[in-house]
């Protein structure tokens, strides 16, 4: 630890933004880009702002902020929320192992001086290392996240990735919903190129959504106009740019688009940010399946080492993937229902997980919650 660190809070998002500049080769989870931040700031939530930690004048921890009601508590936490997942702070390379615990502390002091609006901070869906470097934002209090994240290596080649999960079986399957495709009019692979293109992808997917979470009775985390500009903005600024970081890509069959995935190139690796599919007659053939079966087969030519499905785990994505990640929260309680707040969402957390982690008790909860949605229709 460095005795000269020392925190600064930095209110103006634009001027803050600079600063991603002066850390050269710095680590970055990829909501805590620029380019993440500064599309959520305008056109999701203009109250966002980042804590810093300086060696002298140069930052050597950026961690932007966004602040948000939940009931009658206000919350900072990552800019995207739920849609912000595999964090880790903008960190300068050489500094992590320097930066301790009560550097830590300091800098949650200092958001507290600086907005004592806030009654806590909320850190969700952390990666504890990137690249090998450890994420210093888990020296606060933390817990484990119910949710991992699940992941494929590729570089043993498709066939190898195939074999994980009874490879006979996924090309039989391919093959027959290709020829189901084909007899309905015929089917292709599209990956947006224009920004038009991919404003158009996104509108599909959200009517998708919205249709699939209704029958469900999960709230619709792309409800908010806001969000859905912000996607919008952040895909169709990268649509196209080569090297790739932000690409829409979909299975259309007969004209119609069925399944569309959205997705992230960082760090040398490739996430699925969101997925949806079509609730029409072709749901049958499964065109999700189909559609990751091309695009890691794609991914496989295209050299990219490692496929994640991104946070949460089911069925599908275990067909495919070797690496299960841990994800940590990690809470700050500045105010009396602050505090309360953090102790409750630990609670939750716990329960989530011992559910989440008996197949009978999660498969219950899934059936109550779609009972309770189509009631609620």
């Known amino acids: 630890m460095i005795e000269s660190l020392s925190p600064r809070i930095l209110g103006d998002?634009?001027?803050?933004?600079?600063?991603?500049?002066?850390?050269?080769?710095?680590?970055?989870?990829?909501?805590?880009?620029?380019?993440?931040?500064?599309?959520?700031?305008?056109?999701?939530?203009?109250?966002?702002?980042?804590?810093?930690?300086?060696?002298?004048?140069?930052?050597v921890l950026l961690l932007p902020l966004e602040v948000v009601k939940s009931g009658s508590i206000r919350l900072a936490r990552?800019?995207?929320?739920?849609?912000?997942?595999?964090?880790?702070?903008?960190?300068?390379r050489g500094a992590a192992s320097?930066?301790?615990?009560?550097?830590?502390?300091?800098?949650?002091?200092?958001?507290?001086?600086?907005?004592?609006?806030?009654?806590?901070?909320?850190?969700?869906?952390?990666?504890?290392?990137?690249h090998g470097i450890g994420n210093p934002l888990l020296h606060l209090d933390k817990t484990l996240n119910p949710n991992p994240v699940l992941s494929a290596s590729l570089s043993c080649g498709f066939d190898a990735v195939l074999e994980r999960s009874n490879a006979k079986r996924k090309r039989k399957k391919?093959?027959?919903?290709?020829?189901?495709?084909?007899?309905a009019g015929g089917y292709r692979i599209v990956t947006a190129s224009t920004a038009d293109d991919t404003i158009a992808m996104l509108d599909r997917f959200f009517a998708m959504k919205a249709e699939r979470f209704a029958k469900t009775g999960i709230t619709d985390v792309f409800a908010d106009k806001g969000v859905r500009d912000f996607f919008r903005a952040l895909f169709g600024e990268a649509a196209g740019k080569k090297p790739a970081t932000f690409e829409m890509k979909a299975l259309e069959v007969a004209g119609i688009l069925r399944a569309i995935i959205g997705k992230s190139y960082w760090s040398g690796d490739l996430t699925v940010e969101f997925g949806g599919i079509a609730e029409d007659d072709l749901v049958s053939a499964s065109p999700g399946e189909f559609l990751f079966f091309e695009d890691i087969m794609q991914a496989c030519r295209d050299g990219i080492a490692v496929y994640s499905f991104g946070i949460?785990?089911?069925?599908?994505?275990?067909?495919?993937?070797?690496?299960?990640?841990?994800?940590?929260d990690c809470m700050a309680g500045f105010t009396l229902k602050g505090r309360a707040h953090v102790a409750a969402y630990r609670l939750r957390n716990v329960a989530a997980a011992a559910i989440k982690n008996n197949p009978r008790a999660w498969a219950a909860a899934k059936k109550l919650r779609g009972w309770l949605g189509h009631k609620s229709r």
């Open 312 to 328: 949460g785990d089911e069925p599908y994505k275990r067909d495919w993937c070797d690496i299960v990640e841990p994800l940590y």
């Open 98 to 130: 320097r930066i301790g615990q009560s550097d830590i502390r300091r800098l949650t002091r200092a958001i507290h001086a600086a907005r004592p609006d806030i009654d806590a901070l909320l850190l969700a869906r952390q990666v504890d290392r990137l």
């Open 174 to 183: 391919h093959r027959q919903h290709a020829r189901r495709y084909e007899e």
């Open 78 to 92: 990552f800019p995207g929320g739920t849609h912000a997942n595999c964090n880790f702070p903008a960190l300068a």
């Open 13 to 59: 998002i634009s001027a803050a933004l600079a600063l991603w500049d002066r850390m050269p080769g710095h680590l970055a989870g990829l909501p805590q880009s620029g380019a993440w931040v500064r599309n959520w700031q305008a056109h999701a939530n203009a109250d966002c702002f980042v804590a810093a930690l300086y060696e002298t004048e140069t930052p």
